[in-house]
């Protein structure tokens, strides 16, 4: 693939399998408005050609040569790598986290599909860490739907939000991946969820999935009728920015917390920095997650049976098609191509 030009299907090498690695067979990718930035030219560190794709799950065929470093897996010892063998597996993109679970390494930490390969393949090596068993209650298809907006959820929401039952959420622009996982995590874990969307259709399909309200922020006055559905809100998790901020501020409860995981919509022009004072809220930002965000996210995931709402499933040779898709903003949930 070159920058802004047609994705291309074409018959490359397997890759190779390094010391601590372990070569996958995929059966299902899925795809991230990352892979379409890329596409177009629009993310950093670019390098073409490359194969797209963070989101994969499959079945591991072979192991490189033990005792190099990672070898071990997670358990420490080389046996347990091997058990990996024919194994369903989750892959989990985010490489190279770094040793401090607050924050990923500045410097070494990259995101499978750039500048790796990724798994808009047929096979894709990736370290044995990165590996986590797939619950049998999910197809490939919904597997792979998981990982990379799963995790930017679950981080934003458990680890950064410290979402408790009970409590009060907001969850913006309903109808993209990371929203939907943060519904789906928010109901199961027994919070009041309210949701905002530009389409009332989404609105509707995120109260059939649990929401308990929600708003169509293209309607005048959203703002105060979503206080006077819920009231204030103990955590609002946001990936727009934009102008929005401010009105968010006003929608958090004195010691709120608002978890940004994204500015699709830019930066605010200005910020009234007296309602973050004033009521001492807690604005944190977020992104993907480290090892064991992802590990307890599919634990999360297999204990509450949740399913990946999947959009639609493009076969591989539609893969331009299913960039489209994406590119249009209109799904509800995730594109998948079955590899």
């Known amino acids: 693939m070159?920058?802004?030009?047609?994705?291309?299907?074409?018959?490359?090498?397997?890759?190779a399998v390094g010391p601590g690695q372990a070569l996958v067979r995929v059966h299902a990718a899925a795809l991230?408005?990352?892979?379409?930035?890329?596409?177009k030219g629009q993310y950093a560190g670019l390098k073409y050609p490359i194969i797209p794709g963070s989101d994969g799950a499959g079945v591991v065929e072979a192991l490189g040569v033990a005792g190099g470093p990672g070898a071990a897996g997670a358990s420490g010892h080389a046996g347990f790598a091997a058990e990996w063998i024919g194994k369903e597996v989750i892959i989990d993109p985010a490489l190279n986290w770094g040793h401090e679970p607050g924050f990923q390494d500045p410097v070494d930490f990259r995101i499978l599909g750039l500048p790796d390969n990724?798994?808009?393949?047929?096979y894709v090596a990736v370290p044995v860490g990165n590996l986590v068993a797939k619950s049998a209650h999910l197809t490939f298809a919904e597997a792979a739907a998981l990982p990379l907006a799963g995790?930017?959820?679950?981080?934003?929401l458990m680890t950064r939000g410290r979402l408790q039952a009970?409590?009060?959420v907001l969850i913006t622009g309903i109808g993209g991946g990371v929203a939907l996982f943060a519904l789906q995590y928010a109901v199961a874990l027994g919070a009041?969820?309210?949701v905002s969307s530009g389409s009332d259709e989404k609105l509707a399909r995120a109260r059939e999935m649990g929401a308990v309200g929600g708003v169509n922020y293209k309607t005048p006055g959203w703002v105060e009728g979503l206080k006077g559905q819920a009231g204030p809100f103990d955590v609002i998790v946001d990936g727009a920015g934009g102008d929005g901020v401010n009105e968010l501020l006003d929608l958090a409860t004195p010691g709120g917390r608002l978890v940004f995981y994204g500015a699709t919509r830019g930066n605010p022009s200005s910020v009234v920095w007296r309602r973050v004072f004033w009521k001492q809220l807690n604005v944190l930002g977020s992104t993907m997650g480290d090892p064991e965000d992802f590990a307890e996210m599919v634990e999360?995931?297999?204990?509450h049976r949740i399913r990946p709402v999947v959009d639609r499933v493009f076969a591989m040779a539609e893969g331009e098609a299913a960039f489209r898709h994406i590119d249009e903003a209109a799904?509800?949930?995730?594109?998948?191509?079955q590899i």
């Open 151 to 156: 995790v930017t959820a679950w981080r934003a």
């Open 192 to 194: 009041r969820v309210y």
């Open 166 to 168: 009970g409590e009060r």
């Open 331 to 337: 799904q509800f949930g995730k594109i998948v191509i």
């Open 118 to 122: 990724g798994t808009l393949a047929e």
């Open 300 to 303: 999360f995931v297999r204990q």
């Open 2 to 15: 070159a920058s802004n030009s047609p994705l291309e299907l074409r018959d490359v090498a397997e890759p």
């Open 32 to 39: 991230n408005h990352r892979d379409v930035w890329i596409q």
